[in-house]
């Protein structure tokens, strides 16, 4: 059966240290990855998709098919960083999967 | 475009009411989703819908049924609310397609008492 794990609820950096969400997935079929970002008081929106190979207000993440993994990383935080993140796996066609989502707060 | 829109907000029921949470989208999107989200349980599919007229069932689907008479619109009802329903609901739309992204509404906070 199709899973995401996302290890870690809380992650706290200081501003300016490099940050690193984890994200690891389970599925049998090729996967379609993408990141979800919750901003406080805000909807969920996407953050990113594998497909892109894009970097979003500094974030990256490469979907790495032997470690089944789909890491969001950022070389230098930010304050308004903070926010709730979450990796989700398309399946199905039509559905997705969501890990349960892992917070990251960026000190000053 | 105002994207995906839910109604209500917030609500408060007592145990064994019923009611309707109320989800449109702007976007002519195909697919429409509705989710629960609990602390340290991130979002849960409840049912989903691939077009008008079709509804499927999702992760979480006892205890909601949901219609989907217009392209638009999508409805998720609780005939007889549980404090275990107390949950924030969102709606979701995404177009058809390969790594098409799911659009998020503000999501709607519900009690249950």
């Known amino acids: 059966a199709q899973r995401v794990t996302q290890p870690e609820k809380l992650l706290s950096v200081f501003k300016g240290a490099p940050v690193e969400l984890k994200c690891n997935y389970s599925?049998?079929?090729?996967?379609?990855l993408f990141w979800y970002v919750q901003y406080s008081r805000q909807r969920l929106q996407l953050l990113l998709r594998h497909i892109s190979r894009e970097s979003i207000k500094g974030f990256t993440a490469d979907l790495n098919k032997g470690e089944t993994s789909f890491h969001l990383k950022k070389p230098f935080a930010q304050e308004e960083d903070s926010a709730m993140y979450y990796c989700a796996l398309r399946y199905n066609t039509d559905k997705l999967i969501f890990g349960t989502g892992t917070r990251l707060q960026v000190f000053p | 475009n105002a994207g995906v829109t839910q109604t209500p907000k917030f609500r408060v029921l007592k145990t064994g009411q019923s009611m309707t949470l109320l989800c449109a989208q702007d976007m002519n999107h195909e697919y429409m989703y509705w989710y629960r989200q609990d602390p340290g349980m991130g979002l849960r599919l409840i049912h989903y819908?691939?077009?008008?007229?079709?509804?499927a069932k999702g992760e979480v689907p006892d205890g909601y049924n949901v219609s989907r008479l217009k392209k638009q619109n999508f409805l998720l009802g609780l005939e007889s609310a549980a404090p275990s329903q107390t949950s924030v609901y969102f709606c979701?739309?995404?177009?058809?397609?390969?790594?098409?992204?799911?659009?998020f509404g503000d999501g709607t906070r519900l009690s249950i008492l």
């Open positions: 599925y049998s079929g090729s996967p379609e």
């Open positions: 819908s691939v077009g008008e007229g079709t509804t």
């Open positions: 979701a739309s995404s177009m058809t397609g390969v790594n098409q992204p799911q659009h």
